[in-house]
């Protein structure tokens, strides 16, 4: 067997299949050229959330949300929305409204459910609802994993609301 250097090459077969690949990769990445997407609803409302433009990403996160029935982009707009219906509108109606909606939404995970009835039951004190309020402090009481230490604070926020509502003798229990 003669050694590997002297053995007979078939190089123009090996230059044509050469040719014949570098010819469909350059078609396969031809093909490939990404057209322009339109950007994501999402990212259309973090950048209006960015620079201010509340009205505007309002309604994309809204859009968003008819959209998409499930996704991990859920959470971040509906807690956007009630944002900005806290924070820029000061609208608490439609702020207790949407994190209504988020706890039937969002309530099987006991730290999101702490977080949205603790919040609702603060907006609900601040328009002054202490029926409201009293409701969504005893259920964040009642959650089944609910840590001793925040047992205090809510029997505090309870009674607060008590002495505000006038029924000083809650308050004292």
């Known amino acids: 067997m003669a050694p590997i250097w002297n053995r007979r090459r078939n190089w123009p077969g090996y230059a044509l299949t050469l040719a014949a690949l570098v010819a469909m990769l350059f ?17 259309l409302a973090r950048d209006a959330y960015a620079i201010g433009q509340f009205t505007d990403a309002e309604r994309y996160y809204q859009d ?16 956007r929305l009630v944002d900005i219906s806290l924070s820029v509108h000061g609208d608490f109606d439609i702020g207790a409204e949407r994190l209504e909606i988020m706890i039937l939404e969002f309530g099987q995970d ?3 459910r702490w977080d949205l ?7 609900y ?49």
């Open 110 to 112: 006991s730290t999101r």
């Open 125 to 173: 004190e601040a328009m002054h609802e202490w029926g409201k309020a009293t409701d969504a402090w005893q259920q964040v009481l009642n959650l089944p994993d609910l840590e001793p230490e925040q047992i205090p604070r809510i029997h505090w926020q309870l009674a607060k609301i008590h002495q505000y509502s006038g029924d000083y003798d809650l308050a004292l229990d």
């Open 27 to 43: 078609v396969a990445a031809c093909d490939r050229v990404e057209q322009p997407q339109e950007p994501d609803l999402l990212d």
């Open 64 to 79: 968003y949300l008819e959209s998409t029935e499930e996704g991990v982009g859920r959470w971040e707009a509906w807690s």
């Open 117 to 123: 009835l603790v919040r609702l039951a603060e907006v």
